[in-house]
């Protein structure tokens, strides 16, 4: 296995562990709530808690990747999560720690997804970087599909405060792993470079396939497309102004408001309205992140092949992606306003998940559009934006559900929200979302021969 890989699919674990750590408090919510005595209102700030310093987080310490190796950085975040877990083990850990654990954990997790995608485009060329970005962001499906049947367990058999220590315990497990096996890529930006570093990323003498891979004359075709033509900078505020980078961020904020819903009240939906228990809907839950997952993961290979291919886009970068989200939204206003199982299930587990599709190619989009040196910053800014999502759709939910005249119509008048955010976003990406022709206005270069940049788009 290369060593690009097999970073990969420790960050594809590290991706697990991070959304497994959003995941734990909408299915332990009735437990929580039942517990403290709390309103769903109440239920909803401790969920909004954990975005209180994500988006800042994201964009402070997506600004440290120039300065700080993402490497490093990546190791803190982990042991972070853990410390933020554990202290809900504590019988006497109240209302007032929930809160306070869940501020620290969202400001350790902030930056996760922008710093590992960082660091995993450090070890692929610009073609090669849509199925390796896919494959993080299974990550967050496979987390909250793993995560909802095994803390359902943990719920059931240990009490809900274990489903807090089993997460964090997970995290330390992944420190270990990336102590001993985390490296930064060879097409990392310079400025991460130090020279200490030279020896870590050698390629290994007695794998003759790794060896090949980092040769310079293998990396040379890349590294001269990436760095040497590549603008040092370009100015921020013409980057996070432009069509592209508006649209993907807000198409991004639509989606994670969806899945932000979907962890959140899904548990309580689906018992309160829907009329199933804890396991019927922990693992429809489940289903439904595995759904997510097949989405990214088949979106992802798709590009891949095309990139290698040099398939001809059958629509313009972001109107593919742009009309999957949007027929998102019309199956999650049918999702919340049938009473048919028959076509709530279907939904959930089909139409519903292609919304996530808007994350991966906001990713890769906004990627094209930032010169190496400032990748990190823009991609911090877009979780920035996007986790925007995070905040609100646990309280404006929580709050429509208890001011409703039924639970049941609260839900319905959230799911329609959630659709019309959606269908918007889904047009306004497939109107402006334009990477190619934003870096051509930004003055960056066309690709070389050979190494021509694919968004994930829709065939």
């Given amino acids: 296995m290369s060593r690009a890989w097999r970073t990969t699919w420790l960050l594809l674990a590290f991706m697990l562990v991070n959304f497994a750590d959003k995941a734990v408090l909408g299915l332990a919510g009735p437990e929580i ?91 692929f060329p610009q073609r090669e970087r849509s199925l390796p970005t896919a494959v993080l962001l299974v990550g967050a499906a496979a987390g909250v599909a793993v995560a909802a049947p095994v803390l359902t367990w943990v719920i059931t058999h240990w009490g809900w405060r274990w489903s807090f220590g089993a997460v964090g315990l997970a995290g330390l497990l992944w420190a270990v792993c990336w102590r001993l096996w985390g490296a930064d890529g060879p097409l990392a930006p310079a400025v991460t470079r130090k020279p200490h570093e030279a020896a870590e990323r050698a390629p290994d003498a007695r794998n003759p396939s790794e060896a090949a891979e980092q040769t310079p004359a293998a990396r040379k075709p890349y590294e001269a ?33 969806s899945m932000s819903t979907m962890l959140t009240w899904a548990p309580d939906y689906l018992e309160s309205v829907v009329g199933w228990d804890l396991h019927q809907a922990g ?103 996007y986790a925007l999502g995070g905040i609100l759709s646990p309280l404006v939910l929580g709050g429509m559900v208890d001011r409703a005249r039924t639970v049941s119509a609260g839900y319905e008048e959230g799911w329609l929200l959630t659709a019309g955010l959606l269908v918007t976003a889904g047009v ?32």
Wanted: charge should be positive.
């Fill in 225 to 257: 497309a990436e760095q040497t033509s590549m603008p040092g900078t370009v100015p921020l505020r013409a980057i996070l102004l432009s069509g592209t980078f508006l649209t993907a961020a807000f198409g991004s904020f639509a989606a994670y408001w």
């Fill in 283 to 385: 693992a429809m839950v489940g289903l439904g992140a595995l759904a997510n997952g097949a989405v990214l993961l088949g979106h992802g290979l798709i590009a891949q092949r095309s990139a290698h291919k040099d398939t001809p886009r059958r629509l313009p970068p972001g109107a593919g992606a742009g009309l999957l989200v949007t027929v998102a939204g019309c199956a999650t206003a049918l999702y919340g306003t049938t009473d048919t199982l028959a076509v709530k299930v279907p939904m959930m587990l089909g139409p519903m998940a292609l919304a996530m599709v808007m994350l991966t190619v906001a990713s890769t989009a906004c990627a094209r559009i930032a010169p190496p040196t400032q990748r990190g910053v823009v991609l911090g800014a877009l979780t920035f934006v």
């Fill in 428 to 459: 306004l990406a497939a109107l402006f979302c334009r990477p190619e022709t934003t870096a051509r206005r930004l003055g960056l270069p066309e690709p070389a021969a050979g190494s021509t940049p694919q968004v994930p788009v829709a065939h």
């Fill in 33 to 123: 709530r039942a517990d403290f005595g709390i309103t769903r209102q109440e239920f909803g700030t401790a969920q909004s808690a954990f975005f209180a310093l994500f988006s800042l987080a994201a964009l402070g310490v997506s600004a440290l990747t120039r300065r700080v190796r993402t490497t490093t950085l990546l190791l803190v975040l982990a042991l972070l999560w853990s410390v933020a877990q554990l202290p809900m083990l504590w019988g006497a850990a109240g209302f007032g720690t929930l809160l306070a654990t869940r501020v620290l954990l969202g400001a350790a997790e902030g930056p996760a997804a922008p710093v590992a995608m960082h660091h995993v485009h450090g070890w």
